[in-house]
């Protein structure tokens, strides 16, 4: 008993921190409630800590249900890193918009509880649990700003469409029951390994499965939702929802085709191949045509989940853990790009009436010149220019994709990132090349968090650009411990 | 020595940050001291190492581990031999010249200290790039001057033109980085490893053979298309000479478009395996070469003249390295690093004297003016035409040549016909900017004067290479210095016996030295004897006159196969799948909270009815996929 609250303690960390949050934020008065970031900024913390801690502890507690591995280490810390930048960047703007709650960063927290037990989870009714507390407290977040419009259309739709989308993952996991009669991610692979279930009902199984997956990461044709509520969210909100459940929705992707269905790969190969290709082109030719820098970095999401498409399928197509360990790199190096570029749309909301136009960022080089550097940066690494952590996160994949004998696949891949070249660097000309089109604000609202949250986004990039090493391996001792453990 | 190799592009590296930080509000109009010192400084270094190289000595080790993790194993190593030591000699000279220059032609400008800060940056860039031994690195370089390239031609960036033509550059170059890209990795899934010397020796032992090395040639070689302009991607060029005169010298004559010409010299031990790759080099080189050479026959800016020339002598090289004349490529780019850089920043004196004037319809009459830069312009024009005795006479002779020798009879008569193009633009150039009546404001030229000693020094020594580095290292040909130098280099991809120079090789030189000669003569009568003539050509020539005038209409071509279809594609998605948006009342969503019951109805028609739908039928298709790639 003791072993198994053990391997919890980082999830019941943030638990109970989220707790204290939701009692004490009533209690506080309106101005005081500044700090409150800085404890769930401390509960990510310790939890990193003691993740960190027992990274050689390899456990499977609660009757199978969880399991923790290198790989669980990887993506705990990488969740817990995304929760801390996305809380860094949102307390000045939450504070502007009137809504600085404890309820805030308590449903971060939960959010990122369920992003940790998808990514350990090894029973199918565990990983639902996971995935539905993500998707709730993502709901929720999404509507945050309730008195805007745009913030509870973005939460409805996502409801809506969420809830359709849990639909088809519960059936695809109820019938998958029906078939193998395990819930255990094992048990389910030994017996499909095992042969002799009825095929109509595996590929039935499979096809909701992979459109409900589809639906969490926002693959083509699933997609629908996701530019209309990253762009109606609140932009630190958006800013983690488009790394923080994708990169757990991979996770658990990775997990279960690679690993359960890992001998059915013949039919959900063919899926993603489709997907992937249908992703990227969505992707890559929507983002050229947006004026709302929020909806074009939705569409350029979309985009990346393509890409990242790519590596699951060369994960499935032999080259397990070298595809394994580029997905799980991509997404640790779009976690940092990302949140930094949402994170200046951010500081320029903060500081003028912005509204997210491209237009809106003319002249932003010389108006705000530290905002411009770091824009360019992450402009530069989502576009896969060296010396930026996309570029070789970009590069490990696609060798990845090449090593698994799809170079054809590599070649369309690399051709749309050709492509999306042009809708990063249109930013950097608005910014540097245009002149402002209206005055922007004087007063500037001085806000440490967010500066320290841009300012570890744009290490990360940098660093995971040029000293990679320390993160490739552990992505890769993360690939292989998952191959072994089964 | 590795400390003074490292210094080399760390010195530049080092006063980039120094000037980008320090330069705006402190060191302004003394920017250029640091920028100015640290190049000085890295050119002796370059200096001292070719000297060390000249002994027989060569340089490589690994400065630290960059990527190790399993089969991917990729350092940050330093590779100096002969064939990098002649690229630092020739990026570090120019690179030295153009830093002199530029403080003069750049004094005044907003963006003083800016400007020295980019061009270090590219400097150190660019050492990296030709001191990389694997290919990894020197991809990230080649991405790295590449960004400096469009950072610098984009550097008036509140013109138009020049915003445009910076993004251009980098569209275009992403096309060709797509292959090299690919080719990169396709090196790396094929043997695991990236170094130099691990591949060169797969390519040797045959481990690296058959499709595959042809086909990692022909991706590695569409990097070298796009960065070194052939055709078709060599629209960029041209367009960047919206970019500030010392940088078109720099940036893109003498080193950064060399980087494609470096790369394949660099890779000949897999490059000479390939007999279609090599076929390919050289037909795309050769083809390049008289394709420019025709469109600089009547471009009437006297950049673009500069440029498409440029072009065209990139060709020249590709074709030496494709017909497997190596040494007489590196030879070629060695010498039309120096004239061309020279040509080039007498260009800029021109335009800095007539107050930014470019088009050479409005010039003339400058002889008298700007004795210094005619006379120079004149050196580095008479170079580059292959004037008996100048640089561009050893080096172009050696790349034809080698093409006649190996046997590309048709490559050699598209390469003397170029040669003959070239001597006539290039005197065209001459004629019309300084001989005849001056056409434009008179109130202009009264203005016009001799640039100051920064920008007129520069052309001195520059010119003194441009006159004789061709004898230097190539006396006697086939034999000469460079040939000894670069024999280890070259010595797996050159099979059989040394040529020895022969009857029928000064056969060859003669009568290219005559075509040359032939050009200026046709130029001397078009633009100084009979200056009608050029108008009647014109009307003569029919289809031919706007066909080259227009560049071949290959923006256009551009523009109607791939952009516009593109963005037709992107606007149909746009408005077929995105249009609904969202915009907080559209479909009622907002009003669910606040009305009781009507909000329910919105819905089941507003959009979000839709994406469900969209969902549903996403489902269907996955089926339908199924069934239709069941195999």
Redesign the interface.
Known sequence: MSNEIVAVIPELMLIATAVVLLLVDPLLPADGRRGLSYLGIFACAMASLSVYFMRNTEVTVFNGSISTDRYTVYFKILFLAIAVIAMLLSEKHLELNGRLLGDYYALILLATVGMMVMAEAIDIVTFFVGIELTALAGYVLAGFFRY???S???S??YF??GA??SA?LLMGLALLYGATGATAYEEIGARIAAGGLDGGVM?TAI??L??GL??KVGA???H??A??VY??APTPVSAFLTVGPKAAGFAAIVKFFIMVLGTESG?WV??LV??AILTML?GA??A??QHNLK?MLAYSSIAHVGYLLLAVIAGGEGSE??GSAAVMFYLAAYAMMNLGAFGVLVYLANNSDYDYSLDGVAGLGRSFPSAGVVMTMFM?SLAG???TAG?FAK??L??AV??AGM?WL??VG??F???S??YY??VI?YM??R?PVRPLAESRERSIDLGLGLGLAALGVILLGV???PV??AA?DAATSLFTSI | MKVLVLLIPLLPLATFALTGLLGRRWLRERSHLPSVASVAVSWLLSMYVFYRIETGETFSWQVYSWIVSGRFHVDIGILVDELTAVMLMVVSTIGLMVHVYSIGYMKGDGGYYRFFAYLNLFMFSMFMLVLADNYLMLYVFWEAVGLCSYLLISFWYHRKSAADAGMKAFLVNRVGDFGFGLGVMLIFVTLGTLSFTGVFGAAESGALGGGVLSAVCLLLFTGAVGKSAQFPLHVWLPDAMEGPTPVSSLIHAATMVNAGVYMVARSSPVFSQSETAMIVVAVIGGFTAIFAASIALVQNDIKKVLAYSTVSQLGYMFMALGVGAWTAGIFHLVAHGFFKGLLFLCSGAVIHALADEQDMRRMGGLKNKMKITYWTFVVGALAISGFPGLAGFFSKDAVLGGAFRGGYWYLWLVGIVAAFMTAFYMFRLIFMTFHGEYRGDPEVYGHAHEAPPSMTVPLVILAVPSAIIGALLGLPPENGHIDRLLEPVFEFAVAGEHHVFGGLDAGLMALSALVGIGGILLAWLFYVRRPGLPRLAGERSGFLYPLLLNKYWMDEIYFALIVNPLRRLSDWLWRGFDVAGIDGVVNGTARLFRGIGAGLRPIQKGEVHAYLLNMTLGLGLLALVLILLWT
């Open positions: 805007d419009e745009l509870v259309e973005a409805v739709k809506l469409t359709f989308a088809f590929v096809i909701m992979t459109a589809a639906y083509v044709p699933f629908n939702w530019p209309d762009q109606g039919t063919r899926l489709v997907m969505t030719t929507m050229l045509v909806r853990s070298f530069l220019i060296p010396p570029f590069f490990y696609f060798a090449v090593d170079a590599a070649v690399v051709l990132s050709v492509v070249a042009y660097l249109r000309v540097y090349m002149e000293l990679p090493a490739i391996d890769r």
